[in-house]
């Protein structure tokens, strides 16, 4: 089977091409990550232990991604545009409620990451409901482990079985 040249580039870089991967999925998501993460597994080396590496940089690489989203917005948050934003969205007591919700629980934080669309811009709106930087990183770094690691795995089977 003959890969396209981009596929075969990215597979030639290893680990640090994994991670790079996972961070742009997570930046400009014009992949949906099930393709990337089942692309991965099906490219996985013979051993299934061979794929513990990846979920592990793939989950570091998303994390990365989604404190890209979390910084932006918590250093253009003097910008009068996001602070007007956010206090319109304060408005609603839905949108207080839910992000209360969301904000409670670093376990409900690691399942966002299971939502394919929420999991790119978690990031955003952790910052802007004031989550602590690391709570959100050790969160989302859980939830990515479970996203990728499942992904992963099931590419790797469905080449191996």
């Not at 990550?33 to 692309?39: A, Q, V």
């Not at 910008?79 to 409900?108: C, D, I, K, Q, V």
């Not at 999991?119 to 602590?132: C, E, K, P, T």
């Amino acid at each position: 089977m003959a890969l396209p040249n981009f596929v075969t580039c990215i597979l030639a870089t290893g680990l640090c091409g994994v991670m790079l991967v996972a961070m742009l999925e997570k930046l400009v998501p014009v992949v949906p990550s099930i393709g990337i993460y089942l692309f991965f597994g099906l490219t996985a080396g013979s051993e299934f232990s061979a794929v513990i590496p990846l979920v592990i940089i793939s989950a570091f690489g998303s994390m990365a991604g989604s404190l890209c989203w979390y910084y932006l917005a918590r250093f253009s948050g003097a910008s009068p545009g996001l602070r007007s934003l956010s206090a319109w969205l304060g408005r609603f007591t839905a949108a207080r409620r839910a992000s209360g919700w969301y904000a409670e629980s670093m376990t409900r934080m690691a399942l966002v990451q299971l939502v394919p669309a929420a999991r790119v811009y978690s990031g955003l709106a952790s910052s802007m409901v004031s989550i602590d930087a690391i709570r959100f990183a050790v969160a989302t770094f859980i939830g990515c482990l479970i996203w990728n690691g499942a992904l992963i795995s099931a590419g790797w089977m469905v080449r191996h079985f």
